[in-house]
């Protein structure tokens, strides 16, 4: 599966890191973490067990990564992204996931002026 041509993030280093040192940006339903990086850069979908079972939790994080994968907006190939759903993301279908992610991708674009 593509991911526009970032990689997936993978180890706990690599969360930690993003999460202590990058910046955040948030909508209802998700959260957003970002951090500029030297090397390509790399993409993780976060779905915490306060969201229901695990087949739960799979669901939308499919619904994550295909949002991101069809959405338009161009990112830059040097920034790392971790997308964390909130509780509200049940109330979402893919169409608002789809709309939070295009206006976070904006939003990350627009801090680095691209």
Do not use: C, H, W
Not at 45 to 61: C, E, L, P, Q
Request: proline share 3%; glycine share 6%; charged share 30%.
């Amino acid at each position: 599966m593509k991911l526009k041509g970032l990689l997936p993030l993978k180890k706990n280093i690599e969360f930690k890191i993003i999460y202590n040192n990058g910046k955040s940006i948030s909508t209802k339903n998700l959260v957003l973490y970002f951090y500029k990086t030297n090397t390509k850069g790399k993409v993780g979908f976060v779905v915490s067990k306060k969201i229901g079972k695990a087949t739960v939790r799979n669901k939308y994080k499919r619904l994550m990564r295909e949002a991101f994968r069809n959405s338009p907006v161009e990112i830059n190939e040097y920034i790392n992204l971790i997308f964390l759903a909130r509780p509200k993301i049940v109330e979402a279908d893919y169409n608002v996931i789809m709309k939070d992610i295009v206006y976070l991708l904006k939003k990350v674009n627009k801090q680095y002026g691209e």
